[in-house]
T-cell receptor
Framework: GEDVEQSLFLSVREGDSSVINCTYTDSSSTYLYWYKQEPGAGLQLLTYIFSNMDMKQDQRLTVLLNKKDKHLSLRIADTQTGDSAIYFCAESRSDYKLSFGAGTTVTVRA | ETGVTQTPRHLVMGMTNKKSLKCEQHLGHNAMYWYKQSAKKPLELMFVYNFKEQTENNSVPSRFSPECPNSSHLFLHLHTLQPEDSALYLC??????????????FGPGTRLTVL
């Protein structure tokens, strides 16, 4: 199987919360990341969490980490149309290498 | 503006052509990367240059040839590609060696179509 796995699609109504899930395999990963890719653009770092944390909150974003189950999630509160994008989960493999998932395409409907 | 630029943004080439993709980073980083993005597949790391030295080559076919003349520029030379090589090619850079935190900054990508 893939090192980092995510569901491919998520549809959410505007104003609702979105939850994007990710599982990873490397228990030695010290940092885990969420990147966002808007149409026609490269990936942009959205947020990250250090592995000794369970949760990190940044405005509308909440990252939850379950290190025992190697499960990472990103919750977006009050989802807006501008949140429509592809979201990538990634884990650190070394000082310079990241391993990415396939990305979850989030579609926000009115 | 992410500080990483890529040219061209779109490229259509035949299987016998030779072309090059260019990436430039204006962030003072010491590591640069080439990724291949195909629909519904994980982002594939192709090459890594750390302080201009190639430190990673993930079993990439020899029809892809990277070049890193300095820490700000990265090229991907393409020769006799196959239709399955059609994808979005992303360049990224980072400041490697800062603990294990590795924020990579991406360019907008080159959309490559091989006919």
């Amino acid at each position: 199987g893939e090192d980092v796995e995510q569901s491919l699609f998520l549809s959410v109504r505007e104003g609702d919360s979105s939850v994007i899930n990710c599982t990873y395999t490397d228990s030695s990963s010290t940092y885990l990341y969420w990147y966002k890719q808007e149409p026609g653009a490269g990936l942009q770092l959205l947020t990250y969490i250090f592995s000794n944390m369970d949760m990190k909150q940044d405005q509308r974003l909440t990252v939850l980490l379950n290190k025992k189950d190697k499960h990472l999630s990103l919750r977006i509160a009050d989802t807006q149309t501008g949140d429509s994008a592809i979201y990538f989960c990634a884990e650190s493999r070394s000082d310079y290498k990241l391993s990415f998932g396939a990305g979850t395409t989030v579609t926000v409907r009115a | 503006e992410t500080g990483v630029t890529q040219t061209p943004r779109h490229l259509v080439m035949g299987m016998t052509n030779k072309k090059s993709l260019k990436c430039e980073q204006h962030l003072g980083h010491n590591a640069m990367y080439w990724y291949k993005q195909s629909a519904k597949k994980p982002l594939e790391l192709m090459f890594v240059y750390n302080f201009k030295e190639q430190t990673e080559n993930n079993s990439v076919p020899s029809r892809f040839s990277p070049e890193c003349p300095n820490s700000s520029h990265l090229f991907l030379h393409l020769h006799t590609l196959q239709p399955e090589d059609s994808a979005l090619y992303l360049c990224a850079s980072s400041q490697a060696g800062s603990g294990r935190y590795n924020e990579q900054f991406f360019g907008p990508g080159t959309r490559l179509t091989v006919l």
